[in-house]
């Protein structure tokens, strides 16, 4: 699957790279594609680009605040998860994101 | 210069988390690196409550964006004896990466390194080597390292 996603924390240092990269990470290891977009203290990194989002069969968005640009993912399904448990746990949380959109889809079938 | 030998504290014995921030908090006052010791530990504090900083098993990267400090700086501890962090993983924590920043700070040269430093805290050979460290000067050549990138 191909996945795009936010990340953002309050102070914006150190768990906004972190989810990033540990989602990052999951997706290597299981298999899908996933980019992340930071909205952080510097900024804006790594942004998404319209292509991606519309090659994306799910948005991942692991913030604590509200985020930047959320309208960009409109008719897409947006997963929320927290911050602090795809820190610890990135493929715990892909492997139950998969498990959602996989069942989405085939409900819709 | 975000961390100098100064700031680097290694195998130290702390019986538990808030030791090891007032522990910190003490050395940046003394240091000059924060005017206000109380105001430092407050802010770790809330920053804690918010989710806990211990990130993995043995790691936890406290951090405060305080109106407390006067310039981004980096501290470095590492423990004899592992502490619980008071995480819900249960994490164990035996290196702290404590990141100090100002509070209006973003940005910066120095804020895209720590973002670089907490992103390759992720990676599983960087770990290993932070574990490893055992003199002030391996941790400084794996920080010169996140610079150069």
Known sequence: MKFVGITSCIAGLAHTPMAAKALEKAGDKLGHEVKIEQQGAMGIVNQLKASDISAADAVIIAADQSIEGEDRFKGKPIIRVKLGQVVSNGETVLTKIVKVITEKTQSSK | ?149
């Open chain 2, 1 to 149: 210069m975000l961390i100098t030998e100064k700031q680097i504290y290694l195998k130290q014995t702390f019986k538990d988390r808030n030791e090891v921030l007032a522990f910190i908090a003490e050395q940046a006052m003394n240091q000059d690196v924060i005017n206000n010791k109380s105001l430092l530990f407050d802010d770790f504090i809330a920053r804690e409550g918010e989710y806990s900083t211990a990130v993995q098993e043995g790691i936890a990267i406290p951090h405060a964006k305080s109106a407390a400090v006067k310039k981004p700086q980096l501290y470095f501890v590492s423990l004899e004896e592992p502490i619980s962090w008071a995480s819900p993983d249960q994490y164990q924590v035996k290196v702290i990466f404590a990141i100090l920043v100002p509070k209006e700070e973003a940005g910066t040269k120095h804020i895209a390194i720590l973002s670089a430093l907490a992103s390759r805290l992720m990676d599983d050979d960087f770990q290993e080597a932070v574990f490893e460290i055992d003199q002030e000067t391996q941790l400084l050549n794996l920080l010169k390292k996140i610079e150069e990138v």
